[in-house]
């Protein structure tokens, strides 16, 4: 059930059923992608520091290029180590609503769904895109989302990292009170 890199647990209550999807990464991982942003960091500080003084004209356009991309890859890096860490998705089941909160550590809203209205739910199918599928299962990214819906004309998708068996055994999950209300 964890191949996929996040652990996902069930839990059966008043209200309906829980569903926790928590990124797990080894700690080799882990220590690996701050290394990597330690050196990234340095890297770019250098650049910044060695090249704006040196460069006239062009050269300075071109390293105000290079950092805006050195700065989106640290973010990148930043946000997904702070994801492994801290992130979590949670989703709520009721009788009638989807309930989901996408949390870091403590932050973050619940966005609640009517089951009535959602449509095409399903899993996010990656087969002609194998690039993508790679680039989502990597350690060194948030992951990709595996679950996916369309709510009042905006298409929304949630489940990061899970495996292809976790994302269909939640749909059903999901599936079922729908089929209820419809």
Do not use: H
């Not at 492994?84 to 089941?93: C, D, L, P, S, T």
């Not at 990214?141 to 996916?148: A, D, H, N, S, V």
Request: charged share 25%.
């Amino acid at each position: 059930m964890i191949n996929s890199g996040a652990k996902v647990t069930l839990e059966e209550t008043e209200e309906g059923t829980l569903i926790s999807i928590l990124p797990e990464t080894k700690p080799w991982q882990t220590l690996i992608l701050g290394g990597w942003m330690v050196v990234w960091l340095f890297c770019g500080a250098f650049v910044m520091l060695g090249g704006y003084k040196e460069l006239q004209g062009d050269g300075r356009i071109f390293l105000l290029v290079f950092l805006a991309f050195w700065a989106y890859f640290l973010f990148y890096a930043g946000r997904s180590l702070i994801w492994n860490k801290a992130g979590a998705e949670f989703i709520r089941i009721t009788a009638s609503t989807l309930d989901y909160k996408r949390s870091w550590s403590d932050y973050g809203s619940v966005k609640s769904f009517d089951l009535e209205t959602i449509k095409n739910l399903g899993v996010v199918n990656y087969d002609d895109k194998a690039f993508a599928k790679s680039y989502n299962e990597a350690f060194w990214t948030m992951g990709g989302e595996m679950i996916g819906f369309e709510y009042i004309g905006r298409k929304i998708a949630f489940g990061f990292k899970l495996s292809d068996k976790d994302a269909k055994a939640i749909v059903k999950r999901i599936d079922k009170p729908m089929r209820g209300v419809k």
